[in-house]
């Protein structure tokens, strides 16, 4: 079921005032931006090699929010898909509850949240303040994101 209208819906309404303390969310790049720029230089939502992955890990496990969020605040889709493939839990609350799929769509982050899904994140969790990942979207302006309950994708 797509939710597109119903977001669309809320974030047209006065109804959804941010958490206390909630900063803008960073802004994830385009599918067009990013291709534009691993296309000019090093592309670096995808390490280049194990080492990369390991320090880009290293610095996400000390993350307070955990490695999943920080790879989705960092841009590290790379790393996000290996920590997935890795086991990770793609509902793994951060800080006040908050999901991966959460974070993703607060900063408008498409790939991953595409990623997130496929995973089987869930659509309809909720954090501390009893928002879920629609009303993130909503109120940052990010209505156009497609969120669709999916099965997790069996392994290879």
Known sequence: MQL???????????????PAGTRQPQRCPSAASAAATSAA????????SQQDIGKLAIQAAASPDGPLIWSIKENQLGLLRT???????????????RTPLMHAVWA??????ELLLERGADVNATDEQKWTPLMWAAASGHAGLEMEQRQPQPEA
């Open 4 to 18: 597109r209208a119903a977001l669309a819906a809320a974030a047209a309404g006065p109804l959804l005032h941010l």
């Open 41 to 48: 230089s090093a592309d670096t939502q995808q390490p280049e």
């Open 83 to 97: 920590l997935l493939d890795a086991g990770a839990d793609p509902d793994g609350a951060g800080n006040e509850g």
């Open 108 to 113: 408008g982050c498409a790939p991953a949240a």
